[in-house]
């Protein structure tokens, strides 16, 4: 493998960008021949398919020439080099299919053997032989997953991106697994920097101690389903932490939690946060559930029921992210909710323009005509806090007074405010 590597870095530095295509070949259910017949008929397979391909590749007649070598067991690579079109190159890969359509005679059997091919182009899909041979591994990988009874897939970026989605998905399982998913606290103030509550965010760390971003692991839990546990585990974890919090200091805060609407819209979820409440001795009043303004939007009426049997027993919602939906004002004010929250980007330009600025004022006002708190997220800068503390603007969450912290510096912090009076 290592001398053939060397061959292809030196057909990447001959061809000088002229394109060649390596092909990763891997036998369908091979190890259920060995596991059947012995390893000794394993290898003849082997033996016997390595010929047929062999002849294949010493067809010197042929424009198109093609390398291959086994890499290790039933794996293979193919180089193909000399096509001129996309087609040409596929007949190719089609006639090494094709030399397996007839059976093996091995032991007295006719074996059926299949395989799948993954390829990538050099320069179209990969720039050096590291990334070409594992994007034909990637695209070998799909199609052999596929189970379809084509067998041959070209690489795309869209292979990686699943791949790594697959990835991502199973560190969330892990982490639901082992109950690591853990959360940070972000404060959030008035305007006059008292301390309303905090605001619990889900955490997770890689098996190598590195941090993965909510940013990145929280859609692909939407997307498998897996979001209903994360966000549960935030939930228990976080009430918990804050209930000791408030016991021991004694002061009225509130605890923000991020909820899904695939999680809010799964039966059971009022009698989730009811046992949340009633386990963790947190009073309801003191619980306020955030959900994004845009997905609201696509599944009203059982979300809103939802959220009216909650608010009836004390607990607060707030509209996440307000701003970046398309809700219309009616729409808007038949959402049961009590805080609205400014998104991000709006203040980070809200200095840009007086236009900008005059925008937010008028989402300020349209939350306060709707009987609404309304927080502002993302403040990092002194002169976003003046524009806000000018527009009437009632809370603010943001790097400028405080990022998230963990359990213990959140602790820490209500510890010091206690403190000083
Ligand atoms: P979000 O609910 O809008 O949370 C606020 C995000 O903005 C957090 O990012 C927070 O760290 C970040 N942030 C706050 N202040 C500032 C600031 O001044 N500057 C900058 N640059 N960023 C600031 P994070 O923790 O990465 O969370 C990202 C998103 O992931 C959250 O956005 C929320 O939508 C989602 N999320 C987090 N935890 C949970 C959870 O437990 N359940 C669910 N369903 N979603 C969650
Ligand atoms: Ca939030
Ligand atoms: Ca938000």
Sequence with gaps: MILFFSLLQSVIIVSEKARFTAVSIDLNHFKSVNDSLGQDAGDKVLIGI??????LSADESAAVQNYLTRINGDEFLLIICGYDTEKELRDTIDRFADALSEPLTVEGCDLYISASFGYAEYPTD?????????????????????????HILRYSSDILRNEHILEIENKIRAAIENDTVYFNLQPQYNMEHKLRGFEALARMKDSDGSFISPGEFIPIAEKVGLIDKVDSMVFRKAADCFSRIIKKSGLDLTLSINASVRHLLKNGFIEEIQELISKSGISASQLEIEITESILIDSAEKALQCINRLRDIGVKFAID?????????SYLSKIPADLLKIDKSFIDRINSNESSKQYVAAMISMGHIMGLDVISEGVEEQ????????IGCDLIQGFIWGRPLSA??????????????
Excluded: C, P
Excluded at 321 to 329: A, I, P, V
């Design 50 to 55: 390595t010929e047929r391909w062999k002849t």
């Design 126 to 150: 990969a720039d050096s032989a590291d990334s070409l041979i594992s994007h034909a591994d990637a695209a070998m990988n799909e199609i052999k997953k596929a189970n379809s009874s084509d």
């Design 321 to 329: 992210d307000f701003g970046t939906g398309y809700s219309s004002l």
């Design 383 to 390: 002169e976003q806090l003046e524009a806000l503390r000018s």
């Design 408 to 421: 213990d510096d959140a602790e820490k912090l209500v510890d010091s405010i206690t403190a000083q009076t």
